[in-house]
C-alpha cells in the first residue's frame, strides 16, 4: 500500500496528510525489478506510474482495506500508506455552510488497520508482513512496540519530523527492524535506494524462511 488516504467531512472537504505516495511506489518498481509480480494499491496522489505494476486506486481507508482484502492471497504484504487512523463518524451529504451552527466540532470513529489485519489474519497471513512507522520521537521504541501490536515480521521506521526527508520528500530515513529487534539503520538516502535495501531484505527473508532444513 501506499499514499494517504482521504476521509470526507462532506462533498469537497476532507482529511489526509502529505504522503506522496514516492516511497511505496519505489518499493513496488525495486520488487519488479526482480521479477516479483507486484500490484500497488495506492490514495491518491500525483504519481506518475512509468513501471509495469498492477494499480489499483483507492480514496478512504476503508476502500483501501477492502481491495487488500480482494488482493489476498499475497506471499508479502508491504504497507507503507498513511493510512487514516481515524475517520469522521458523519459524511455531510451536502457542502457544510460556514453559518451551519450545528458544525462546531467533528466526532471521529477508528478505521480498521490494515496491516494488522494481515499480521493476524490466520487464514490468509502473508508469509511476510511489513509494516512501517511514521513517527517524530522514541523512533525504535515506537516502531518496535507497532511490530508486536500489529504482528509484523518486519517494520521500517522512519523519522517523519525533518523537513528533508520523509513524507512528501525524494529522501528518506529509516532503520529496518525484524522481530528479534536487530536493525539496520540507513542514513539519508533516496526513497529509490531504500526500496532497494527493503526488497532486498525482505525476499532474503522469504527465502531463509522457505527453505527446508533437514
Ligand atoms: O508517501 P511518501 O511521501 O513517500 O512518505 C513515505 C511515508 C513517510 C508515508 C512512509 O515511509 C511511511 O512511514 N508510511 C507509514 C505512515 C503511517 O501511517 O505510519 P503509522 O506509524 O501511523 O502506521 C503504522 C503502520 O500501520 C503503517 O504500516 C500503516 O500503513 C499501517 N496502518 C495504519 C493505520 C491503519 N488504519 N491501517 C494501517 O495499515
New binding site residues.
Partial sequence: ????TREYLDPVRYIS??????????IAVALNKLGVKTTLITGP?NLIINADIKIKKVVS?KE??NEVKKTLPVDIAI???????FKPIKKNKNKIKKNQNSFTSINFE?????????GKNNKNRPSIV??????TENLHK?AII?LRE?NCDI??S?D?SKKDS????DY?R?SIIDGNGNFKVFKRSK?SFIANKIAKVVLDKLLIDDRNFN
Avoid: R
Fill in positions: 500500500t501506499t499514499g494517504p496528510n502529505d504522503s506522496s505516495g514516492k516511497q511505496g511506489y519505489e496522489t481507508a483501501m482495506f504497507c507503507a500508506a498513511a493510512v487514516a487512523d477508528e478505521n480498521s488497520d490494515i496491516v494488522e489485519f494481515l511489513v509494516g512501517f512507522s511514521a513517527e515506537n507497532k500489529k517494520i521500517v522512519n517523519v520523509g513524507i512528501n520528500s528518506n529509516v526513497k
